[in-house]
């Protein structure tokens, strides 16, 4: 079976850095992905990592270590609309994707 | 481009009535799903069309769940007769490929 797990609730300062961990267990591995959900909005791609090592793009980092099961999403400089659900994803067969319950991240001033 | 639309945005019926959720996928995807996200608890697959064909329907939860997709355009979710249980946000997302494109979702409330 397939299991992801990643924090509930996170808060953090505008201008400081959060880091949201996911670890995973699955029958195989096709990549794992993160995507950004603002309340009441449709969730939108940040990243999609397939291979070891940290990949960069603007505030947002995302690392992977497929021996370890485990996953980050770095974010730098938060600013308050960075305020939003934050998911972790991976592919099960046919594509479709197995959602972690997502970690609310609350920027205060 | 257009994205992901989605109708309604929000349904609320009665236990034992019909409703029709509609998806119009980006233009040119020949994937498309449909996840639902209950309270409290993470997305979850539904169903899976690769054009007007169904690849993966394992996450429907019953025979009272419907899905189409006419002509491998837009695509609807039909829910006949609706309980309780099937409150709930239900999302559609289309793909060219790997990276999944979400609409907005239609929130459903069954009273």
Not at chain 1, 24 to 49: D, I, M, R, V
Not at chain 2, 87 to 110: D, H, M
Request: hydrophobic content about 30%; overall charge neutral.
């Amino acid at each position: 079976g397939q299991n992801i797990d990643q924090p509930t609730e996170m808060t953090a300062t505008e201008g400081a850095i959060v880091q949201i961990n996911c670890t995973y267990q699955t029958s195989g591995f096709n990549g794992l992905f993160w995507y950004q959900q603002h309340a009441g909005e449709a969730p939108t791609f940040l990243s999609y990592n397939v291979l070891d090592g940290l990949e960069e793009k603007g505030r947002f980092s995302s690392f992977l270590s497929r021996s370890k099961g485990y996953s980050y999403l770095l974010l730098k400089e938060l600013q308050m609309k960075d305020s939003a659900s934050y998911l972790c994803a991976v592919p099960g067969n046919t594509g479709k994707l197995i959602f972690g319950q997502g970690t609310t991240l609350q920027v205060k001033p | 481009e257009a994205g992901v639309t989605q109708f309604p945005s929000h349904s609320v019926i009665e236990k034992g009535q019909t409703v029709t959720l509609r998806c119009d996928p980006i233009s040119g995807h020949d994937n498309l799903y449909w996840y639902r996200r209950v309270m409290g608890k993470e997305i979850k697959f539904l169903l899976h069309f690769v054009k007007e064909s169904k690849q993966d329907e394992s996450g429907m939860p019953n025979n009272r769940f419907l899905a189409e997709r006419t002509g491998g355009t837009y695509s609807t979710l039909k829910v006949q007769p609706a309980e309780l249980e099937d409150s709930g946000v239900y999302f559609c997302a289309s793909s060219p490929g790997y990276e999944q494109y979400f609409g907005p979702g239609t929130r459903l409330t069954v009273t």
